[in-house]
């Protein structure tokens, strides 16, 4: 039996609307599908990024704390520094004070008389040359004179020795000087330094472990004392 035309039309229509059906299927397959992989995909990069900036901001933490520590050492020496700085500064100060109380023993003629006669018989002692020569500032020549005339009889009781001491009416001590002397070997290749400056500072350098304690106090890192 054949087919009319509006059958045939019928049929047409309706494989058509099969296939458009069928497509339409197909394309949501295919959009739910793609935005699957979207989602996919974009999870993926943001879970990527994620990681990445977490891995930037603890990298940089990192540096920033490094960098904390880095300025903390520096700040703590540089006060640590500071501080020696200023230590060194107050000992100074107490050796300049030291110094000028010195004068003080020099603008008195018998304590300086004295202080001389004392100073020149430890030299000659300590060089022990059968001949010496002492120097002084040009305005202790009258006192050297004495001190070395006191000097001389005891040192041979003392060393059981002949010596000749000569004092330098050329060179002498610059005058700025605190005072004292200065005795030397007669080819002047040894010397004894006996002026109040030498004296200050071997004292200094003596006393320096117990300066710094009196003033500031047990070192904590230091373990073993004498």
Do not use: W
């Not at 900036?53 to 540096?63: A, P």
């Not at 200023?86 to 008195?108: E, G, M, N, P, W």
């Not at 022990?128 to 070395?148: F, K, S, T, W």
């Amino acid at each position: 039996m054949a087919l009319s035309d509006v059958d045939v039309q019928k049929q047409i229509k309706h494989m058509m609307a099969f296939i458009e059906q069928e497509a339409n299927e197909k394309s949501e397959e295919i959009d739910a599908k793609a935005e699957e992989e979207f989602n996919i995909e974009k999870g993926r990069l943001v879970q990527t990024q994620r990681l990445k900036i977490m891995d930037y901001y603890e990298k940089k933490e990192k540096q920033i704390e490094q960098q904390k520590k880095i300025q903390l050492s520096t700040i703590r020496n540089q006060a640590r520094l500071e501080v020696l700085r200023a230590r060194d500064d107050l000992i100074s100060a107490l050796l300049r004070d030291a110094k000028l109380r010195l004068s003080r023993i020099v603008q008195d003629p018998v304590a300086y008389q004295e202080l001389l006669d004392r100073l020149v018989l430890q030299a000659l002692l300590r060089l022990l040359e059968p001949v010496m020569i002492v120097r002084c500032r040009p305005q202790d020549l009258p006192l050297v004179e004495v001190a070395v005339r006191k000097a001389v009889p005891i040192y041979m009781m003392v060393s059981q020795k002949r010596v000749e001491v000569q004092i330098d009416q050329e060179v002498h001590l610059p005058v700025h000087t605190a005072g004292g002397v200065e005795v030397y070997s007669n080819n002047e290749k040894i010397k004894v330094s006996n002026t109040l400056e030498s004296r200050l500072a071997l004292s200094a350098q003596e006393k320096m472990p117990e300066i710094r304690r009196v003033l500031f106090g047990d070192n904590a890192n230091r373990k073993f004392f004498m």
